[in-house]
């Protein structure tokens, strides 16, 4: 998701040499999922019925284009065409299938999703199996933000994969649950708590929690937190000449000790984002505060219950960083090639992305898409009456220039899911990050 007229300001991600990008990991959550069992390979497409196409979708998370009604609408306008989409809820178990399937030109879907963090290994590695989409009938290269675009790209400049979102970082909030603590409740108020460094969150959650309503905490989880402060830094996991970092750049253990120390004092969850135990807490109400790219917004809006509509608002994070963003490539092992071309061209011009920003708040990576009312005046149901197009696109403003690396997502989800989640179970800063290194550095090996 993103928004800006045209930041001055670019991304760099490594796709085996270096091309430009920008981003983070992402997850998504449950698209009300037509594949219970979460194999990309359920379904491959095929006949619709009554002479209809198949085009099928393989997804990670909400991706929104469902519940923002546009498979209803390409259907209507393209009565030939049957779309069936096959989610899985977290990127982590979607990605390695996808790779096995392209690998083995067997099981792929007529279009799939590719997580920021993964285009680049794609890119340099894959390239081969996808179309160039680059060149489809309808597509205009200058619809897209200029960095978005090369993301996907080549060197050779084919271009395998049309961006969908960004994503902007703020940080959402309950506002029945900020008041209760004693903690202010109007964003821009806020937005100052903690403006300008990540280490005040820390301070906030402790007032937050010297008063807390019963059962509750104060932030989701130490993984979204070392996510987004990572994704507000100019290096991440490599550098600009494609080496990788993230034990020598100060920067990761920074982010690491703060998420380690939230979750030292009990201001975190002991949860892992994306899973079981996580929906659960955002149906009970059980945190405050998300660090919260606009694609969360979908997130909460699935797994929260009814009640919960409007209790949210967004304000500024400390630093503005970027976390997730998604791609749609066509596969040349597609059955529809040409069908599925057109789908995914419909799916990402500025219109259809702004519509999907109204539902999901998914910001649009097409800049087109910003001037239209459905951005400039976008709310959500979850934060009622906040300007959330306004909000998010500010952010992106200033999302820095970062270098993505191939294994960046390996890397992140060491960092998280075997790192500094452990010290909500017990283990020390150190623990954790020696466990998280380890971990890494034996995937990276493989």
């Not at 160039?132 to 395998?160: H, M, R």
């Not at 309950?174 to 821009?188: S, V």
């Not at 976390?323 to 419909?346: Q, R």
């Amino acid at each position: 998701m993103r928004a800006r007229s045209r930041t001055s300001r670019r991304v760099v991600v490594l796709a085996a040499a270096v091309s430009l990008g920008a981003g983070l990991l992402a997850g998504c959550a449950d698209d009300g999922d037509d594949n219970a069992s979460g194999d990309p390979s359920a379904s491959s497409g095929g006949g619709g019925g009554k002479g209809q196409t198949t085009i099928s979708l393989g997804l990670f998370g909400t991706q929104g284009f469902k519940q923002a009604g546009l498979y209803t609408e390409y259907e209507k306008l393209h009565p030939e065409i049957k779309i069936q989409e096959n989610v899985v809820e977290r990127n982590e178990n979607y990605y390695p299938a996808l790779l096995n399937h392209l690998t083995t030109n067997a099981g792929l879907m007529d279009v799939q999703a590719i997580e920021v963090g993964n285009i680049a290994e794609i890119v340099a590695t894959q390239a081969d199996k996808f179309v160039d989409i680059g060149k489809a009938e309808g597509v205009v290269k200058s619809n897209w933000l200029d960095w978005k675009w090369a993301q996907s790209t080549t060197k050779d400049g084919k271009t395998i994969a049309l961006g969908t979102d960004v994503g902007p970082t703020g940080i959402c909030y309950r506002k029945d649950l900020f008041q209760a603590a004693g903690l202010p409740t109007d964003r821009e108020q806020v937005s100052q708590l903690w403006a300008g460094d990540w280490k005040k969150v820390i301070s906030v959650g402790e007032r937050y929690k010297s008063k807390a309503p019963s059962g509750t905490y104060f932030m989701d989880s130490p993984g979204g937190l070392f996510n987004s402060i990572m994704g507000s830094e100019e290096q991440k996991y490599y550098d600009k000449d494609g080496e990788v970092i993230y034990k020598s750049n100060p920067k990761v253990r920074a982010a690491f000790d703060i998420a380690g120390e939230a979750a030292q004092k009990g201001l975190v969850q002991p949860v892992t984002q994306f899973q079981t135990g996580w929906d659960q807490s955002i149906a009970n109400n059980k945190f405050a505060a998300v660090t919260c790219p606009p694609w969360m917004l979908g997130y909460l809006k699935d797994k929260s219950k009814p009640e919960a509509v409007g209790k949210w608002d967004v304000a500024q994070a400390p630093k503005a960083g970027n976390w997730g963003g998604t791609f749609l490539g066509v596969p040349k092992a597609s059955k529809h090639v040409k069908e599925a071309e057109a789908l995914v061209t419909w799916l990402t011009q500025p219109a259809q992305l702004a519509k999907l920003f109204a539902v999901q708040g998914s910001v649009p990576s097409t800049p087109a898409a910003y001037t239209l009312p459905q951005v400039t005046a976008g709310k959500n149901d979850m934060t009622g009456d906040a300007p959330i197009g306004q909000i998010f696109t500010q952010a992106a403003k200033n999302i820095p220039v970062q270098p993505i690396g191939p294994k960046d997502q390996i890397i992140q989800q060491g960092m998280t899911d075997n790192g500094v989640f452990l010290v909500t179970k017990g283990k020390s800063i150190q623990e954790a990050w020696d466990n998280a290194t380890k971990t890494i550095d034996n995937n990276l090996d493989k």
